[in-house]
């Protein structure tokens, strides 16, 4: 019996509040009438008859956890979800959904002002780095060309989701950066820079710093909408304005650009960054939004005088947008023009393009890429 016994004691899981399973009747029949307890001992059996490495394991956990949410016990749904995430990740199961669900939560929290766990965020944007890696050795090595698609989706999915992340982790290191530990704030700096290594963007070409600094980027309407409209509050607590919009963020822009984000990258139109941030149309109620983009760019080494496909720098972009929009232009336009500096480098790559001269294979490779950046991106032979 002693035997029998040992066979059914399985390794404690902090997802199931720890529950050991039942080993005799008399405990089991002691939990009849406790919800949780039954729910809990369920997981645990299943897991351990079924083993961590069975795809139908996770569904169940994702579910009870869901319960969770519904009544507010955020600690005990996260715990779970969290549970159920690695174990799909140990199979090297899609989690684009999961990882979305996560975002979902965590701005629900915000919403009600449930204080989130800097760790439990960080494990997120761990998932979402470690899923986006996947995804891109996928899609450059696919199986078919049937999954190419399938594969574009997901890498989608979760570099938008990845966003929403980065934007809740810089809006929780801006309200209490002084609570958290160093090791847990360098290991987020070491993510978002393994992140900005990836190199990922959408299919249109926009990157994370992109979409960072684009007030069209589209945010998923249920929940993390609410990340986006808080403000800070003396007592430390979220508060909302429904004016806001999530995108622009400075925070996040600043803190993708400051983990090595590519300031000059270039969507298909061409359009940078700052080509980006410079049509802005809240400049007089979000000043400090736009000045900030801005400034953190050009001082990251962001080109003034980068050409898109329409053969525009982002200060042509804002000199020759409509007079409807002249009242936003102008201040963007008085910023861009304080910072214009530009080197002899530059003004020599502008002269070669300007005259179409040939300059692929007559100057060295690293500058063709630069010369590239100053014309409308037809390579010179």
């Known amino acids: 019996m002693e035997s029998n016994e040992a066979q059914v004691k399985s390794k404690s899981i902090k997802a199931y509040d720890n529950w050991e399973e039942c080993d005799n009747p008399e405990k089991l029949k002691s939990i009849r009438n406790d919800q949780n307890a039954i729910h809990m001992e369920s997981l645990a059996i299943r897991e351990r008859i079924l083993g961590q490495h069975n795809p139908k394991v996770p569904h169940h956990i994702i579910f009870r956890g869901a319960v969770f949410a519904d009544s507010a016990r955020f600690d005990r749904c996260i715990d779970l979800w969290l549970h159920a995430l690695y174990l799909k990740q140990l199979n090297n199961i899609s989690v684009v959904k999961d990882l979305l669900r996560f975002a979902q939560v965590f701005s629900q929290m915000i919403h009600v002002g449930v204080a989130l766990d800097f760790s439990q965020v960080l494990s997120i944007l761990e998932a979402c780095v470690t899923e986006l890696g996947r995804n891109k050795s996928k899609l450059n090595n696919p199986d078919s060309e049937e999954d190419i698609e399938q594969y574009i989706e997901e890498i989608e999915s979760n570099i938008t989701t990845t966003l929403y992340i980065l934007t809740i982790l810089t809006k929780l290191l801006t309200l209490n950066e002084s609570r958290y530990e160093e090791q847990d704030k360098n290991k987020a700096y070491q993510l978002v820079h393994k992140l900005c290594a990836l190199q990922l963007h959408l299919k249109d070409g926009q990157t994370l710093l992109h979409l960072a600094v684009n007030a069209a980027t589209l945010v998923d309407d249920f929940h993390t909408n609410h990340v986006c409209n808080f403000k800070m509050k003396r007592n430390l607590k979220f508060s909302f304005c429904s004016l806001c919009n999530i995108f622009p963020c400075a925070a996040t822009a600043k803190l993708l650009i400051c983990c090595g984000a590519d300031v000059n990258a270039m969507d298909n139109e061409r359009n940078t960054p700052l080509h980006v941030i410079v049509s802005y149309r809240e400049p007089i109620s979000d000043f400090m939004t736009l000045h900030s983009i801005i400034m953190d760019l050009i001082e990251a080494g962001a080109h003034m005088d980068t050409v898109n496909s329409n053969g525009k720098t982002p200060y042509d972009a804002v000199t020759t947008v409509t007079s409807l929009s002249y009242l ?41 890429s630069f010369i590239e950046l100053h014309g409308p991106g037809f390579h010179q032979s």
């Open 328 to 368: 936003y232009t102008g201040v963007a336009e008085i910023i861009l023009r304080t910072q214009t500096k530009l080197s002899l480098k530059c003004m020599a790559a502008k002269v070669v393009n300007a005259y179409n001269l040939s300059y692929c294979g007559n100057v060295p490779r690293s500058l063709e």
